[in-house]
Each structure stands twice: as structure tokens, then as C-alpha cells.
């Protein structure tokens, strides 16, 4: 059932897209709130409605033991200093781990522990796999100028919980400075 080569035939790297698979998109104008520059954010939409990214899902079983996975494909651009990012979430069900394994592309992975705050940023690139850990909220960017892709596989149940996130944002925000991606702690900025 689960066969990189079978999951990637069905893939198309320049749209995103994976066929016969649910599809979300996920527009400028859905991330409202989730960067931190503001006046930058509103700059950008009046200018346009992109599509920032798009998730492929497949969800083969729904066992206890089962596993699902989506296939994400995060637009190049920035918003300001901030490079195109996903909303992020923690898993509805707290302890389901994650694991990210990048396909194309350069991008990087904002990894906040729940309990501690700890904030870790790691990169996400074709070959190079991501363990995210259980109640850890996790945002992927795309730091390069061609789409990123990447494959996650988490448990059927871990369900996603985007209300804490939307909430009070992650603790810290990912910027380029001289061309690369630093990680600042949001009350700094
Ligand atoms: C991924 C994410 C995907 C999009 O499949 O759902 O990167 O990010 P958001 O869901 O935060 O918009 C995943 O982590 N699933 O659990
Ligand atoms: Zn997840």
C-alpha cells in the first residue's frame, strides 16, 4: 500500500497536485493572522490572492496502526522577510509523531515543543527526513525559489488542531537575513 515510487507517479511537481487525492488549498488570503508583518500581509493581498500551497492526502485506513500521508507542495515567495509558510498545527491527538521526508526543493521546518516552548529549526530538503515529535507544533516555509515539496506520514487519528496556532502563533518567526533563514524570537522582532 505504501510505495513511494506508486505515490509519486501520481504526483505532479509543478501544480502540486496528486491524483485521486483530497486536495486542500491554501490561499494568501487563508493565512490572515499567520505572518508578522502585518502591513506587509495586507501590502500582498491587495495585490493578489496567490496560492501559497496545496496538500494531497490519502487517507488508506482508519485502523488503529493505520497510517496516513500528504504529499505538500509550498508556492516560493515571500511576505516581507517571511518566506511562504504553512498555517502549522499540533495534532488533535497530542502523542502522534510526524515523519517529514523532503522530495524538492529547499524549505525549512519551525519545530515548537507544547510544554517547554522550545523551539527548534530544521531543514527540510529532497532526501533529508524530519522527525517531528508528539506535541510539537510544526510549520514548514519554502526558503528557495522553486515550489518545495515533501511527504508526511503521521497516525490515522493524529488529526490536526489548528486553534491553539491560530491562537497565539508559534513563539518564534523564520526571516532571511543575508539570504538565509534565522529564526527570531517573535517578542523580539
Ligand atoms: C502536513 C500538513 C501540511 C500543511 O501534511 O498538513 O504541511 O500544513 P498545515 O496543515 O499546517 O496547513 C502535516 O503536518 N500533517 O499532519
Ligand atoms: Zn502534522
Redesign the pocket.
Same mark, same amino acid.
Request: proline content about 6%; overall charge negative.
Given at each position: 500500500m505504501f510505495n513511494l515510487d506508486q505515490i509519486l507517479s501520481r504526483y505532479n511537481p509543478v501544480t502540486g497536485e496528486l491524483a485521486g487525492a483530497k486536495s !486542500?488549498e @491554501?490561499y494568501l488570503a487563508d493565512l490572515r493572522g499567520c505572518f508578522a508583518n502585518a502591513t506587509a500581509y495586507e501590502e500582498a493581498l491587495a495585490a493578489g490572492n496567490p496560492l501559497l %500551497?496545496r496538500?494531497g492526502?490519502v487517507e488508506p485506513a482508519a485502523d488503529e496502526g493505520d497510517l496516513h500521508y *500528504?504529499v *505538500?507542495c509550498i508556492m516560493p515567495g515571500k511576505i516581507g522577510d517571511e518566506y511562504h509558510l !504553512?498555517? *502549522? /498545527?499540533l =495534532?488533535a491527538w497530542r502523542p502522534a509523531a510526524?515523519f %517529514?521526508f523532503g522530495l524538492s526543493g529547499e524549505g525549512v521546518m519551525l519545530l515548537e515543543d507544547e510544554a517547554t516552548g522550545e523551539s527548534r529549526l530544521v531543514p527540510l530538503r529532497p532526501h533529508h527526513a524530519v522527525y517531528?515529535p508528539g506535541r510539537t507544533a =510544526? @510549520? !514548514?516555509m519554502n526558503t528557495g525559489t522553486a515550489p518545495l515539496t515533501?511527504l *508526511?506520514v %503521521?497516525p490515522a487519528r493524529?488529526g /490536526?488542531d %489548528?486553534g491553539a496556532i491560530a491562537q497565539r502563533n508559534f513563539r518564534c518567526v523564520v526571516v532571511e537575513r543575508a539570504g538565509q533563514p534565522v529564526m527570531l524570537a517573535r517578542n523580539q522582532l
Amino acid at each position: 500500500m505504501f510505495n513511494l515510487d506508486q505515490i509519486l507517479s501520481r504526483y505532479n511537481p509543478v501544480t502540486g497536485e496528486l491524483a485521486g487525492a483530497k486536495s !486542500t488549498e @491554501r490561499y494568501l488570503a487563508d493565512l490572515r493572522g499567520c505572518f508578522a508583518n502585518a502591513t506587509a500581509y495586507e501590502e500582498a493581498l491587495a495585490a493578489g490572492n496567490p496560492l501559497l %500551497y496545496r496538500v494531497g492526502s490519502v487517507e488508506p485506513a482508519a485502523d488503529e496502526g493505520d497510517l496516513h500521508y *500528504g504529499v *505538500g507542495c509550498i508556492m516560493p515567495g515571500k511576505i516581507g522577510d517571511e518566506y511562504h509558510l !504553512t498555517k *502549522g /498545527h499540533l =495534532h488533535a491527538w497530542r502523542p502522534a509523531a510526524e515523519f %517529514y521526508f523532503g522530495l524538492s526543493g529547499e524549505g525549512v521546518m519551525l519545530l515548537e515543543d507544547e510544554a517547554t516552548g522550545e523551539s527548534r529549526l530544521v531543514p527540510l530538503r529532497p532526501h533529508h527526513a524530519v522527525y517531528v515529535p508528539g506535541r510539537t507544533a =510544526h @510549520r !514548514t516555509m519554502n526558503t528557495g525559489t522553486a515550489p518545495l515539496t515533501y511527504l *508526511g506520514v %503521521y497516525p490515522a487519528r493524529a488529526g /490536526h488542531d %489548528y486553534g491553539a496556532i491560530a491562537q497565539r502563533n508559534f513563539r518564534c518567526v523564520v526571516v532571511e537575513r543575508a539570504g538565509q533563514p534565522v529564526m527570531l524570537a517573535r517578542n523580539q522582532l
